[in-house]
C-alpha cells in the first residue's frame, strides 16, 4: 500500500484492578493520528463501557477485547476501519494469562493482521521458554500473511541472553522482523533505577516498517516519565508508534 500505516501499543498500568482510566489517557490517545492501537495491561467491566464507547467518539468505529479471566489481565484493539475476527492464527492456551493477553484481528481496508499481546510475567526458565516456544510456533504459522505482532513482551528481545530469547533469533533468521524502536526505555519504575525496553513490535516478512519509537508525550499529556507515581505520568510505559 502506498500510504503509511501508523499504529501504536501501549500498556496502561491497569493491572488487574478495576480501578477507573482517567479521562487523559482519551485525550492523549486522540492526539496521535493512529489507524490501530493497542491497549496491553486492560481489564474491561462494565464501567469502561463509557470508555469504549468514547474511542469511538473519537474515530475508533471498531473496537474489541480478548478473551476474559479471572484476575487476568487483557488486551484492547481499537480500529478506524473494520476488524475481522475470522481466520485467526491460534490463541496460546500456554496458560490462562496467555491466552486473556493476546488479541488477534484482521484489518480488511489496511491489508494487514494483527496480533496484540502482552506476555505474562513467568518467574521460571521453563515457563518463559514454553510461552514464547508457543508464540514461536503461531508466528510461524502466519509467515506468509502480513502480520504485526505488537505489545508488551515483558523482555527486551535485543538484549535478552536467556533461552527464552532463542525463538525471536530463530524467527529473525527466517526472515520476520523485529526493529530497534528509537528511544531510551519503555517501562521505567520511577525508583530510581535505569528504564528498560520490553515494548516491541515484530512482523512476518511482507510487512515493511518504515518507523518505530518510544512516545513519552502526546500532546501536552505525559504518558510515562522516570518519576513516581502516576501524577509524574499517565503510565509507567511509553507508548510504542510503528508505521508500516
Not at 473496537?63 to 479471572?70: E, F, N, R, T, Y
Not at 484493539?77 to 492464527?89: F, K, Q, T, V
Not at 494469562?97 to 493482521?113: D, K, M, Q, Y
Not at 505525559?222 to 511509553?238: E, I, K, M, N, Y
Amino acid at each position: 500500500m502506498s500510504r503509511t500505516i501508523h499504529l501504536a501499543a501501549w500498556n496502561v498500568n491497569h493491572r488487574t484492578g478495576r480501578k477507573s482510566i482517567p479521562p487523559a489517557v482519551l485525550h492523549a490517545i486522540a492526539t496521535l493520528d493512529l489507524d490501530v492501537l493497542v491497549l496491553t495491561e486492560f481489564v474491561d467491566s462494565p464501567q469502561h463501557t463509557i470508555f469504549k464507547n468514547s474511542l469511538k467518539d473519537i474515530g475508533f468505529d471498531s473496537v474489541a477485547v480478548s478473551l476474559k479471566g479471572s484476575r487476568q489481565n487483557q488486551v484492547l484493539m481499537a480500529a478506524r476501519s473494520d476488524m475481522a475476527d475470522d481466520g485467526l492464527l491460534p490463541v496460546p492456551g500456554y496458560s490462562e494469562a496467555a491466552s486473556t493477553n493476546w488479541l488477534h484481528r484482521r484489518l480488511p481496508a489496511l491489508g494487514i493482521e494483527v496480533v496484540g499481546l502482552r506476555a505474562p510475567v513467568y518467574l521460571t526458565a521453563g515457563g518463559r521458554s514454553g510461552y514464547w516456544s508457543q508464540v514461536e510456533q503461531i508466528a510461524r504459522m502466519g509467515k506468509d500473511r502480513r502480520v504485526v505482532f505488537i505489545g508488551d513482551f515483558n523482555t527486551d528481545p535485543h538484549t535478552d541472553s536467556r533461552p527464552c530469547a532463542s525463538s525471536f533469533q530463530r524467527l529473525t533468521a527466517e526472515g520476520f522482523s523485529l526493529p530497534q524502536p528509537s528511544g531510551e526505555w519503555s517501562y521505567h519504575s520511577g525508583n530510581g533505577q535505569r528504564g528498560i525496553r520490553v515494548d516491541h513490535v515484530m512482523t512476518s516478512p511482507a510487512v515493511a516498517v518504515q518507523e518505530t519509537r518510544y512516545l513519552y508525550k502526546a500532546g501536552q499529556h505525559v504518558l510515562a516519565a522516570p518519576a513516581s507515581g502516576r501524577a509524574a505520568g499517565l503510565s509507567d510505559h511509553a507508548a510504542l508508534s510503528v508505521r508500516l
